[in-house]
Antibody
Framework: QVQLVQSGAEVKKPGASVKVSCKAS????????MHWVRQAPGQGLEWMGW????????NYAQKFQGRVTMTRDTSISTAYMELSRLRSDDTAVYYCARNYDILTGYYGYWGQGTLVTVSS | AIQLTQSPSSLSASVGDRVTITCRASQGISSALAWYQQKPGKAPKLLIYDASSLESGVPSRFSGSGSGTDFTLTISSLQPEDFATYYCQQFNNYPRTFGQGTKVEIK
């Protein structure tokens, strides 16, 4: 079965960077884009972008352009999301999510979430 | 970016009630809309896709309708496990966007 397992919670200081991992299993990692979605405490869901694990190509939301980098390591079926120049309003749970298939735009599979806390 | 506006933002209802949540898009998105349920501390769970298709394993009391700019999620008879927050999401365009959520609470 498809599983997305994310790395553990992080606490960072303002201005630092954080790198969250998402290890995929149960399917061919390079066959499906990996998306990242975040959720600030008590707030809604916000799409950050995707990475094509096959080519490494990316598409970022304009809001995060210049601060986010999505990468992957196909040898261990893991996607990464790095966010730099962290601010307090980047405190959020970060999710990786996968479409059901390459033609669909909704998310049938989600990681368990990684809480990133930005605090001085 | 396409904005999705959900209404209401919250509602109180009793077990057995019929509940309707609306999602309005700032421009037409055909039927490229999904609905998710989220419980505290958990990832969202897909309920409905393509505006009206029921995800496998989701109870039939959940249904979706609409196309273009106006969409509805209906729970025909609210059950105790349905108390949660519900989000719509459009996948017609990038950036993908979500509604602000509707919290369904126990009356």
């Amino acid at each position: 079965q498809v599983q997305l397992v994310q790395s553990g919670a992080e606490v960072k200081k303002p201005g630092a960077s954080v790198k969250v991992s998402c290890k995929a299993s149960g399917y061919t990692f390079t066959g499906y884009y990996m998306h990242w979605v975040r959720q600030a405490p008590g707030q809604g869901l916000e799409w950050m972008g995707w990475i094509n694990p096959n080519s490494g190509g990316t598409n970022y939301a304009q809001k995060f352009q210049g601060r986010v980098t999505m990468t992957r390591d196909t040898s261990i079926s893991t996607a990464y999301m790095e966010l730099s120049r962290l601010r307090s309003d980047d405190t959020a749970v970060y999710y990786c999510a996968r479409n059901y298939d390459i033609l669909t735009g909704y998310y049938g599979y989600w990681g368990q979430g990684t809480l990133v806390t930005v605090s001085s | 970016a396409i904005q999705l506006t959900q209404s209401p933002s919250s509602l109180s209802a009793s077990v057995g009630d019929r509940v309707t949540i609306t999602c309005r898009a700032s421009q037409g998105i055909s039927s490229a809309l999904a609905w998710y349920q989220q419980k505290p501390g958990k990832a969202p769970k897909l309920l409905i896709y393509d505006a009206s298709s029921l995800e496998s394993g989701v109870p039939s009391r959940f249904s979706g309708s609409g196309s273009g700019t106006d969409f509805t999620l209906t729970i025909s008879s609210l059950q105790p496990e349905d108390f949660a927050t519900y989000y719509c999401q459009q996948f017609n365009n990038y950036p993908r966007t979500f509604g602000q959520g509707t919290k369904v609470e126990i009356k």
